[in-house]
């Protein structure tokens, strides 16, 4: 009993580390992490690549509502999976630091300098009692010095760097996929089709235009584009990709 006390005060506590050296509480977040649904982020030879499964729980849902992929800067991107109003709140202390950054310098903030000025913030909330960590993974992605440049967050204030990664639901296979067919002399189209592909292989081999979310930051002109569903869906066409809507909802149409 007394063990089980302890074990469940260690929960409890964010500041405490367990006596294995443990954080608890930022294993939970990285908990909340893998029940948001994937998002994926591949750096190519001539820019970024973010796509992200937006799957919509219900017909009656405005597609636009469900927000995964955001606009940091003019030359920064970032998709999130996880809480999303943890990643709301994140994204807005990164746009506030790219125009400090502006404002301060007179020059665009570097992506890297932006990454982990976002994980200095959520790192001071696993050191600060009456508060959690975040439970938000981001995938921040973008041009520095004409180079692209693809980070992640994770809930422990620790940033990593990428050439492909995966993030949220189906994390492990995902990975896996990017791992075997990951190309670092790809151009931005064939980093959308690996994108595609990969979030394919973990939904049936196929999407729908509406449940998928899709943006690129191009390293010539360093300038971030989030795409609509026409083009999503041109996407999925020259990929083979294009799934059918559910028989059912066409025949209530």
Same mark, same amino acid.
């Given at each position: 009993?007394?063990?089980?006390?302890?074990?469940?005060?260690?929960?409890?506590?964010?500041?405490?580390?367990?006596?294995?050296?443990?954080?608890?509480?930022?294993?939970?977040?990285? /908990?909340?992490?893998?029940?948001?649904?994937?998002?994926?982020?591949?750096?190519?030879?001539?820019?970024?690549?973010l796509a992200v499964d937006k799957r919509i729980p219900?017909?009656?849902?405005?597609?636009?509502?469900?927000?995964?992929?955001h606009k940091a800067d003019d030359h920064i991107g970032?998709?999130?999976?996880g809480h999303v109003a943890d990643a709301r709140q994140?994204?807005? +202390?990164?746009?506030?630091?790219?125009?400090?950054?502006?404002?301060?310098?007179?020059?665009?903030?570097?992506?890297?300098?932006?990454?982990?000025?976002?994980?200095?913030?959520?790192?001071?909330?696993?050191?600060?009692?009456?508060?959690?960590? +975040?439970?938000?993974?981001?995938?921040?992605?973008?041009?520095?010095?004409?180079?692209?440049?693809? +980070?992640?967050?994770?809930?422990?204030?620790?940033?990593?760097?990428?050439?492909?990664?995966?993030?949220?639901?189906?994390?492990?296979?995902?990975?896996?996929?990017?791992?075997?067919?990951?190309?670092?002399?790809?151009?931005?189209?064939?980093?959308?089709?690996?994108?595609?592909?990969?979030?394919?292989?973990?939904?049936?081999?196929?999407?729908?235009?509406?449940?998928?979310?899709?943006?690129?930051?191009?390293?010539?002109?360093?300038? +971030?584009?989030?795409?609509?569903?026409?083009?999503?869906?041109?996407?999925?066409?020259?990929?083979?990709?294009?799934? /059918?809507?559910?028989?059912?909802?066409?025949?209530?149409?």
């Open positions: 009993m007394q063990g089980q006390a302890q074990q469940q005060a260690y929960d409890r506590g964010i500041t405490i580390f367990s006596p294995d050296g443990r954080l608890y509480q930022v294993e939970y977040a990285r /908990e909340a992490v893998k029940r948001g649904t994937a998002s994926i982020g591949i750096r190519t030879e001539n820019g970024v690549v219900s017909p009656l849902l405005e597609d636009s509502s469900v927000e995964k992929i970032i998709a999130s999976a994140l994204i807005d +202390f990164a746009r506030r630091q790219a125009q400090v950054n502006h404002l301060r310098y007179g020059e665009p903030v570097g992506v890297e300098t932006l990454t982990k000025n976002v994980t200095d913030h959520i790192q001071q909330y696993t050191q600060v009692g009456g508060a959690r960590p +975040f439970g938000v993974a981001l995938i921040v992605g973008g041009i520095e010095n004409g180079e692209p440049r693809l +980070f992640e967050t994770d809930p422990s204030g620790t940033p990593y760097e990428w050439k492909a990664l995966a993030v949220g639901a189906d994390r492990g296979e995902l990975q896996n996929y990017l791992e075997e067919n990951y190309d670092p002399e790809a151009d931005l189209d064939g980093g959308i089709s690996l994108a595609l592909d990969a979030l394919a292989s973990v939904n049936d081999g196929s999407l729908l235009p509406s449940e998928v979310g899709l943006a690129t930051v191009d390293a010539e002109s360093e300038s +971030f584009e989030q795409f609509g569903l026409d083009q999503i869906e041109t996407h999925l066409e020259e990929n083979d990709l294009l799934g /059918e809507e559910d028989a059912d909802e066409a025949d209530d149409e």
